[in-house]
Structures are given as structure tokens and as C-alpha cells.
């Protein structure tokens, strides 16, 4: 079992920067690969990147490449989600999510965390 609880969302003008945190609890965290997908208002939920267990592969979104950058601190059970240069479409709930296998198909993500809101502002 894999109890995942995000923060640092916010409001936030646009060309700004946030980092989320993704705190997980359980004891194989280094095991679990994270992704972090987002849900607008109204839309679907929206794959944002993933890091493999270890830490040593990314992979992102067109949308938020080279803007994103997710890292992992497995120490202390932690991914983060460096958000820079935020656009008026960055505005979303983000959440984190945990599974064996690294993927960014959202229905194969067994742990989820509740959700941290972001809004971008101009």
C-alpha cells in the first residue's frame, strides 16, 4: 500500500514558478515509479511526466517540456514537480500518482493523492 499527499499548489501569475511535493508513505517507495497528471476544469485528466524508481529516466508531456522537471528523493519518500514558466493553461488540479510500472496512461496508476490545486493567473 502507497498513501501519496501532494502540496504546494497555489496561485501564481503567469511566467512564474511553483514546486509541488508528493510525500508517500510505505515502505518499497524506491519501487514505485511516479507520474503526475492534471485535470482541468471541464477536460479529462492530462498526463504531465513520470520518473522511473530509481530516479534515472523522465519522461514528460509536449506540453510542459522544458518547462517541467520532475525529481525524486527516495530517502525521503518524495517526488517533486519544478513548474517554470506557468501558463494560463498550466491551471489545474495536479495529482501524483505510484505504480510498478512506468506509464502515461492514468487508469494503470493503482495510488493516488488527493489533488493539489494550481492556478494560473495573468
Known amino acids: 500500500q502507497v498513501q501519496l499527499v501532494e502540496s504546494g499548489g497555489g496561485l501564481v501569475q503567469a511566467g512564474g514558478s511553483l514546486r509541488l511535493s508528493c510525500a508517500a508513505s510505505?515502505?518499497?517507495?524506491?519501487?514505485?515509479?511516479m507520474a503526475w497528471f492534471r485535470q482541468a476544469a471541464g477536460r479529462e485528466r492530462e498526463f504531465v511526466g513520470f520518473?522511473?524508481?530509481?530516479?534515472?529516466?523522465?519522461y514528460y508531456a509536449d506540453s510542459v517540456k522544458g518547462r517541467f522537471t520532475i525529481s525524486r528523493d527516495n530517502a525521503r519518500k518524495t517526488v517533486y514537480l519544478q513548474m517554470n514558466n506557468l501558463k494560463l493553461e498550466d491551471t489545474a488540479v495536479y495529482y501524483c500518482?505510484?505504480?510498478?510500472?512506468?506509464?502515461?496512461?492514468?487508469?494503470?496508476?493503482?495510488?493516488w493523492g488527493q489533488g493539489t490545486q494550481v492556478t494560473v493567473s495573468s
Open positions: 500518482a505510484a505504480d510498478q510500472r512506468a506509464t502515461p496512461e492514468w487508469y494503470e496508476y493503482d495510488y
Open positions: 520518473i522511473t524508481g530509481g530516479g534515472s529516466g523522465t
Open positions: 510505505g515502505r518499497t517507495f524506491s519501487s514505485y515509479a
